[in-house]
């Protein structure tokens, strides 16, 4: 007895977007950075050429001080290690469709914290105690201060883009009052300042380089938060919370 199968449509494979459209997307992506990056040199040459100074001459200092050597370029990336966590202040919320600028506040009070912390703990503790501990206070006093953003903007419906810039200043205020009277390091005339922490307390350098470690903490937290952001359950609660909060609810 002859059978006859019957054929089963075998699932749809997924085709992969052509190459031009994958350019077109990377495109889209980069379009909004770079309009903002041109808008703001346009806007500073012409502050500067109202202040009666070159613009390009200006420029010129601007790219020789930051990337005209190895000394400029090592000063530059250890300026940016605790910048590329302040940017994470800024990058994170907005996922979520917060819009927080004012996370100068938070730096500077969490670096405040940690350096309390530090001078009062160098005398009593190894390096590789005090670290950890500095950075858990750096983190608790600048996630309170954006706390509070959170807070003013669930509990009284405060703009967080408001508070958190208004904020800073009093951040800044606190900061030079604690720096200026109860920190300050009596040697610290000229410019006041907190005690120096001991050399044997100063962040190790990276092979071959004069940049500490904490540029590469600042990467490997940027990487983190991003997979965070991509691929967990948690990231896409975000990116939809910020993409339509009517859907998230």
Do not use: Y
């Amino acid at each position: 007895m002859n059978t006859l199968a019957v054929p089963v449509a075998s699932a749809p494979q997924p085709v992969s977007p052509p190459l031009t459209q994958r350019f077109a997307a990377l495109a889209d992506a980069l379009l909004p950075a770079a309009a903002a990056l041109v808008i703001t040199v346009l806007l500073f040459s012409a502050a500067v050429a109202l202040a009666g100074f070159d613009p390009l001459e200006v420029w010129s200092l601007i790219v020789m001080g930051g990337f005209g050597d190895a000394f400029a370029w090592q000063n530059t990336l250890q300026r940016a290690a605790p910048l590329i966590l302040t940017g994470l202040a800024v990058a994170l919320p907005a996922q979520a469709g917060r819009v927080i600028i004012g996370a100068e506040g938070a730096l500077v009070l969490g670096g405040l914290a940690a350096a309390a912390l530090g001078t009062v703990l160098a005398a009593q503790a190894p390096p590789l105690v005090v670290w950890p501990l500095m950075a858990l206070a750096g983190m608790l006093m600048g996630g309170l201060w954006i706390g509070i953003v959170g807070w003013l903007r669930e509990k009284r419906e405060v703009n967080e883009t408001i508070a958190s810039l208004l904020m800073s200043f009093i951040a800044i205020a606190l900061f030079n009052q604690a720096v200026e009277t109860v920190l300050r390091d009596p040697a610290s005339l000229n410019k006041p300042s907190t005690k120096p922490l001991p050399d044997a307390f100063l962040l190790p350098a990276m092979p071959g380089l004069d940049v500490h470690w904490g540029l590469g903490v600042g990467i490997v937290v940027a990487i983190i938060a991003w997979a965070v952001v991509k691929l967990t359950p948690l990231g896409l609660s975000l990116r939809v919370a910020g993409g339509n909060p009517r859907t998230a609810l």
